[in-house]
């Protein structure tokens, strides 16, 4: 069997298929080999003096865990000097991240959730890193939150690293999902996966129930529809799974299909929802729409939505693609 690194198959792209520039696989690269770091820091655990909390909190009012902290700096400091950036934009620091003046600036911008799923790092679940990059707009040298308001659709290239069992990395060029694992002993991504494919049926639902009495009337009338199984309105049984981190969830939609919901709560209306449109949403809508599934705030596609701020939250449902569908005919019907 050929073995194709990560290096290679960017290499690849850019010489043989000219999908992307030398910046772009230069920010591709460093990306993953930060996820390699996160990724060796995930597995000392308590070793490695990485878990608890930080003490602080996040620009969302989120008490910050240690690794939440460690993953913003790797991500950071990997990526300030290549001269392939712009700016950076994180969920955990209230400002877009300049590339300090001592160092070239780039024509992209990079978005990212450097920790997702940080309820499950003490208790050793599954965690990942999503991450997202965007042009920089013409003529914007100094880019600031503005700059970085452009819609899913815009998207050049996201992916995320799922730190599990084993430490994989999902990406999309915007052409087809390409999936590599990581070879501890050699340091390196291998391509293992290609054109990944999400069924559009599926019989498995991902959301947290406990928070059914909050939600909006049409999402509880299908969740009590999938429960009633067999002998409800959609006449079959479901299963359900939770891991309560949305990169293993969607990797396992990716897997195996599925739908992904974290729909709107009476307790977080404000808010608008609770995960992040530009460092979750947007990224897993893209790679979700990429393996054929459908991505949806319950009535409009992820990808269409104009942001108005950059820590912008929204109602996410993803997945198999006529499953959303059936979700956003719900919220119609309502
Ligand atoms: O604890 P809850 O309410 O089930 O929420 C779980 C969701 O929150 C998140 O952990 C939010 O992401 P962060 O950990 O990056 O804040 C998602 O990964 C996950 O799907
Ligand atoms: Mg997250
Ligand atoms: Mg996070």
Not at 129 to 139: A, C, H, K, Q
Request: aromatic share 6%; net charge negative.
């Amino acid at each position: 069997m050929r073995r194709i690194s990560l290096s290679r198959y960017l290499i690849e792209e850019q010489r043989e298929k000219g999908r992307i520039d030398a910046d772009l696989r230069l920010l591709i690269e460093v990306v993953a080999r930060a996820c390699q770091r996160i990724s060796i820091a995930i597995g000392k655990g308590e070793l490695g003096g990485v878990l608890g909390e930080a003490g602080s909190d996040n620009v969302q009012g989120e008490a910050q865990k240690k690794l939440d902290v460690l993953a913003n700096e790797i991500l950071l400091e990997a990526n300030e000097w290549g001269g392939h950036l712009a700016a950076m934009a994180s969920e955990e620091m209230e400002e877009p991240y300049p590339i300090p003046s001592r160092f070239p600036k780039g024509g992209y911008l990079l978005l990212f959730d450097p920790l997702d799923g940080s309820s499950n790092i003490d208790v050793n679940i599954s965690v990942g890193t999503i991450f997202s990059v965007l042009r920089r707009p013409e003529g914007a040298t100094n880019p600031d939150e503005a700059d970085f308001l452009q819609a899913g659709s815009e998207q050049v290239v996201a992916g995320y690293a799922l730190y599990g069992p084993t430490t994989t990395l999902a990406l999309t060029l915007g052409n087809g999902v390409a999936l590599f694992t990581l070879d501890r002993e050699q340091g390196a991504f291998i391509l293992t996966g290609e054109n990944l494919t999400i069924p559009p049926d599926t019989r498995e639902f991902a959301i947290n129930v406990s928070n059914q009495r909050h939600w909006e009337a049409p999402m509880q009338r299908y969740v009590d529809d999938l429960l009633a199984g067999k002998e409800g309105p959609r006449g079959k049984d479901f299963n359900m799974r939770w891991v309560a981190s949305m990169v293993a969830d969607v990797h396992r939609i990716l897997t195996r299909g599925g739908v992904f919901m974290y729909p709107l709560d009476a307790r977080i209306t404000q808010q608008g929802g609770k995960l992040r449109l530009l460092y979750e949403a947007n990224p897993m809508a893209f790679i979700v729409e990429q393996a054929g599934g459908a991505a949806s705030d319950g009535h409009q596609r992820i990808l269409d939505i104009q942001p108005q701020r950059l820590h912008q939250r929204i109602p996410v449902v993803l997945g198999s693609k006529n499953e959303v569908e059936t979700i956003v005919a719900y919220h119609r019907a309502d």
